[in-house]
C-alpha cells in the first residue's frame, strides 16, 4: 500500500491540527494504520494505531491524539490537541496487514510494511 500524508506545519502551542494518512493499492480494512513521529536525535516514537474496529496510544499522548479512520476515503487521521513545543518532530503514517483475526495491533515500527514520506510539525510558542 503506498501511503501519503499531510497537514503538517507550523503550528502555535496549544494549537489542534489534524494530520491525513490516504492509502491506495490495497483494501484499506485489511490493514492496521498507525502514527509514529520522530524528533532530532531521537527514535522513532509509536502515537497510535487502529484497526476498523479498536485503536491503540502511547501513554505518552493518551487524550491528547485521537486515531481515525474513513474506510470510504480510504484515509487515516490523527487529530491532535494542546500542543507543545516537544511535540515538534516529523510525523509518519505508517500501515500492516492484518493477517489473522486474532491480530494485536504492534508499537514497533519493525512491524509496519509500508510508511508514508513524513509531514514536519513545529510547534511555536
Known amino acids: 500500500v503506498q501511503l501519503q500524508a499531510s497537514g503538517g506545519g507550523l503550528v502555535q502551542v496549544g494549537g489542534s491540527p489534524r494530520l491525513s494518512c490516504e492509502a491506495s493499492g490495497r483494501i484499506f480494512d485489511s490493514w492496521v494504520m498507525a502514527w509514529f513521529r520522530q524528533a532530532p536525535g531521537k527514535e522513532r516514537e509509536f502515537l497510535a494505531a487502529?484497526?476498523?474496529?479498536?485503536?491503540t496510544y502511547a501513554d505518552s499522548i493518551q487524550g491528547r491524539f485521537t486515531i481515525s479512520r474513513d474506510s470510504r476515503k480510504r484515509t487515516a487521521y490523527l487529530q491532535m490537541s494542546s500542543l507543545k513545543p516537544d511535540d515538534t518532530a516529523v510525523y509518519y503514517c505508517a500501515a500492516a496487514p492484518i493477517r489473522s483475526v486474532y491480530y494485536i495491533i504492534s508499537k514497533s515500527p519493525a512491524s509496519y510494511d509500508s510508511w508514508g514520506q513524513g509531514t514536519l510539525v513545529t510547534v511555536s510558542s
Open positions: 487502529a484497526t476498523s474496529r479498536t485503536a
